[in-house]
């Protein structure tokens, strides 16, 4: 049985960037729907769980911090001006203060762990969300899904419901984008986005 690969070293940072640098991806901006759907939620300051090389903190005009377990993949983020942490770096950071941010956004991220790990991934960063802050989590569909080894378990919006309410939130919103909930059967960049919020302590 062939071993997981995993998503903390630098043959996955390289393939990220292998990814996005291609050139008809560059030439047609494909990234303009998804920026452009970032910004309309007006996340305010943002810690990106799972930053990656930090393109949604571009996305974003650098309005929020960036945190991943791929050291690798936070030195390209850095390099590109963006504010992006390790783990262990982050937790010792003048942004690891409770309630420091407006929300917590973790794209494509929990697909590449069990469901009790993004849990527990999840629960180390809600102390860092003010009270009605919100937690936006985007997943592949079907295609997105099979198109990655490293993926885990694939969690659609019933699981990212089940997943947030686990975690005491409130589900506010959630869709398929940029195109309706069949057409991720096929094409790869369709997403589950799910946008929550933390109720204050007795709401």
Not at 22 to 39: A, F, I
Not at 166 to 188: E, M
Request: hydrophobic share 35%.
């Amino acid at each position: 049985m062939s071993e997981q690969p995993n998503t903390d070293g630098k043959d996955y940072a390289d393939r990220l960037r292998t990814l996005e640098s291609v050139w008809w991806k560059r030439l047609l901006d494909v990234q303009r729907p998804y920026r452009k759907h970032l910004r309309s939620l007006e996340l305010g300051f943002v810690l990106d769980i799972g930053c990656g090389l930090g393109r949604n903190l571009g996305h974003l005009g650098g309005q929020g911090v960036g945190v991943d377990h791929n050291p690798e993949s936070i030195a390209l983020a850095r390099s590109r001006g963006l504010t992006a942490f390790t783990v262990a770096d982050f937790a010792a950071s003048e942004y690891a203060k409770p309630a420091r941010f407006d929300t917590l956004l973790c794209a494509h991220v929990v697909e590449h762990m069990r469901r009790d790990e993004a849990r527990t991934l999840l629960s180390t960063y809600l102390p860092y969300l003010r009270e009605g802050g919100r937690v936006v989590l985007i997943t592949p569909q079907e295609a997105g899904f099979k198109s990655d080894a490293t993926h885990v378990e694939f969690c659609d919006l019933e699981a990212l419901a089940d997943l947030t309410r686990g975690l005491g939130l409130v589900t506010d919103r959630s869709y398929s984008f940029p195109f309706p909930r069949f057409v991720g059967k096929f094409f790869k960049y369709n997403e589950f986005v799910s946008v929550s919020r933390k109720p204050a302590p007795g709401a």
